[in-house]
């Protein structure tokens, strides 16, 4: 169960993981190894203690990661009409709406990996013409405690290179697909798209020379 202290002991919990996961990465003493091992242990605890995960299935994520720790890279795309509307797709997970987007993929240029999610979530081909913003999820999506990685967002403004219709559903995680007037948005999948991230990104496709956000 989620409590005040969630945000806190989540943050404990990321930093405990990020330095294990270094530790084994680097260490090869074999008391060094089971050390970090440990700490990795307490860390999965941490999570289970704040959401409903097992410790053990959290543990097991996290033995999958290998490598000097590093955040995640969430991309999204903003795609506005002549309206000033902005296309959004609801998530077939939580049934709320957000920008197409998900994890860049390794060997994926940040724009090319933008323009690949936009195409499998909402069925448009676009092109990537300005990087918006690259946010802290932590900081401005409010990312949950059940996630056991920090996470950075990459925020692109979109153009269409065709008339096609968008067409949700492609890949299996979106269920619908619209446009939206700012001022009349549905619930908002929050941890991936926030209204003041829209608003933001309306004055970037208005203003190509307007400096990126950041943090």
């Known amino acids: 169960m989620v409590t005040p202290l969630a945000p806190t002991l989540h943050r404990m919990a990321i930093e405990l993981a990020a330095m294990a996961q270094n530790g084994l990465t680097y260490s090869t003493d ?15 605890e941490l999570m289970g203690l704040i959401t409903d995960a097992e410790p053990a ?3 097991a994520v996290l033995a999958l990661e290998a490598g000097h720790a590093t955040p995640k890279v969430d991309v999204r795309g903003a ?5 000033d509307r902005v296309l959004l797709v609801r998530e077939a997970r939580d049934g709320r709406w957000t920008l197409p987007g998900g994890w860049a993929d390794a060997l994926d240029r940040p724009s090319r990996a933008a323009e ?3 195409a499998e979530e909402a069925g448009l081909a676009v092109r990537a013409t300005k990087l918006a913003a690259a946010y802290d999820g932590s900081v401005h999506n409010g990312h949950s405690p059940a996630g056991p990685w920090h996470i950075y967002k990459l ?9 096609a219709a968008p067409v ?6 979106t269920s619908d697909v619209a446009f939206f ?3 009349g948005l549905p619930e908002l999948s929050t941890t991936r798209t926030t ?3 829209l608003r933001r990104a309306l004055v970037h496709a208005r203003d190509q020379a307007e400096p990126a956000d950041f943090d």
């Open 30 to 44: 074999r008391y060094d190894v089971d050390r970090y091992t440990r700490m990795r242990a307490f860390s999965a």
């Open 57 to 59: 299935d959290v543990e």
């Open 79 to 83: 795609l506005f009409d002549d309206e």
């Open 116 to 118: 690949r999610e936009f």
């Open 155 to 163: 925020f692109f403004v979109m153009e269409r290179l065709d008339d």
């Open 168 to 173: 949700a559903g492609l890949d299996g995680e």
């Open 181 to 183: 007037a700012l001022d």
């Open 195 to 197: 209204a003041h991230q």
